[in-house]
T-cell receptor, first 112, second 114 residues
């Protein structure tokens, strides 16, 4: 298995609180991605990174920010969590080709 | 934005039956991917298709890249209990920075009765 770890695996938080999810890789891959999975929508891209300090928005980026201060870590922050952000969040890493991308095990976030 | 419509959204079958699912797009993709997601896990790539008309197999799984490049099909023959899960189609788009973003279908949830 690819060396990709998401933390925490489960979290319950209150509306309005900030939340940070972490994706850690040991593969030294250049590209890292954050997706969210919701019933009826499949997975949708939130943000991605193409290098240290280099990030860009995906299709559902509103309410989320990211940071990548070193190759191995990609952080996803919900500045002020809302119930609509209750979801399962997946991190993915890739050296380049999408067929070589690996997904983490996911973080289940519940905003109450 | 690009959208992938996957059908059916769920299937309930008997063990040993064959399964078919498909995915259509509002725009052309040059690559089609099929993933499987087991409960509590992230998606895992099953099959990648690179050319219109291409038919590719992976064990009991067969996938086809539609001629129009706007659709793809996945078939599973002689289903077994470990085939249970959610199957996703996906198409990649490449950014200027070389990142490959994936657009996913809604998924097909497969349930098998023994």
């Amino acid at each position: 298995d690819a060396g990709i770890t998401q933390s925490p695996r489960h979290k319950v938080t209150e509306t309005g609180t900030p939340v940070t999810l972490r994706c850690h890789q040991t593969e030294n891959h250049r590209y890292m991605y954050w997706y969210r999975q919701d019933p009826g929508h499949g997975l949708r891209l939130i943000h991605y990174s193409y290098g240290v300090k280099d990030t860009d928005k995906g299709e559902v980026s509103d309410g989320y920010s990211v940071s990548r201060s070193k190759t191995e870590d990609f952080l996803l922050t919900l500045e002020s969590a809302t119930s609509s952000q209750t979801s399962v969040y997946f991190c993915a890493i890739s050296r380049g080709r999408v067929t070589e991308a690996f997904f983490g095990q996911g973080t289940r976030l519940t905003v109450v | 934005g690009q959208q992938l419509n996957q059908s059916p959204q769920s299937m309930f079958i008997q063990e040993g039956e064959d399964v078919s699912m498909n995915c259509t797009s509002s725009s052309i993709f040059n690559t089609w991917l099929w993933y499987k997601q087991d409960p509590g896990e992230g998606p895992v790539l099953l099959i990648a298709l690179y050319k219109a008309g291409e038919l590719t197999s992976n064990g009991r799984l067969t996938a086809q890249f539609g001629i129009t490049r706007k659709d793809s099909f996945l078939n599973i023959s002689a289903s077994i209990p470990s085939d249970v899960g959610i199957y996703f189609c996906a198409g990649p788009t490449t950014t200027l920075q070389g990142a490959q973003k994936l657009v996913f279908g809604q998924g097909t949830r497969l349930t098998i009765n023994p």
